[in-house]
């Protein structure tokens, strides 16, 4: 379903109920900040992108789709995410991009299964230590933050290809660097 420019204020909430065999559901460019709960019962969406939308609070209803492989949310004004995200381990992207990300959401650390996770363009200052957990991770983007150091864990993503860090406040790499063999680009301009 696409239901993207429309200035859509609101999803009714027998959404989930009438389109349960949905696969991918994108609502970009809308004015929506709240999604219906019924949503859960959309057992097979694999995708979902809300970017572009006026949610400030991540809706809790996203962690009960445990089919969910690509969550697009970038350019909304999120500042944090319910723990059950932690739940969706068939997740391989999520965008969170062009947010109000303070700090990096613990939540998304234990899901093993992300091959791509952009957070770039939010107002983050350190990452935790936990990029051991990331071993599928392929693609990340941290870039436009505030952050100063980069964990020693970043040398346990073995599957790691490109890493985007450029535009923060980063005055050294770790000694772990020379352990990301798979590494084909590192961006790191523009930082301290």
């Known amino acids: 379903v696409l239901a ?59 962690g009960e789709i445990p089919s969910l492989e690509s969550i697009l949310c970038y350019r909304n004004k999120l500042k944090d995410m319910p723990d059950n995200i932690s739940n969706l381990n068939s997740l391989k992207t999520i965008s969170l991009s062009f947010n109000k990300f303070n700090k990096f959401p613990m939540c998304i650390c234990g899901i093993t299964s992300l091959t791509n996770l952009y957070i770039n363009n939010n107002n983050i200052r350190k990452l935790p230590d936990v990029f051991g957990n990331y071993s599928s991770l392929i693609n990340f983007d941290i870039s436009q933050n505030k952050i100063r150091v980069l964990p020693d864990s970043f040398g346990d993503m073995s599957e790691l290809k490109i890493l985007k860090c450029n535009s923060n406040n980063i005055t050294e790499l770790p000694d772990t660097f020379s352990n990301l063999s798979s590494l084909r680009e590192l961006n790191i301009f523009a930082n301290n």
Do not use: Q
């Not at 109920?17 to 694999?46: A, V």
């Open 4 to 62: 993207n420019f429309h200035s859509i204020t609101e999803i009714p909430n027998v959404f989930g109920d009438c389109f349960i065999n949905l696969k991918e559901l994108s609502l970009l460019r809308n004015k929506l900040s709240t999604l219906p709960n019924s949503m859960s019962k959309i057992t097979n969406l694999k995708k979902i992108n809300f970017g572009l939308n006026n949610f400030t609070i991540f809706p809790d209803v996203i």
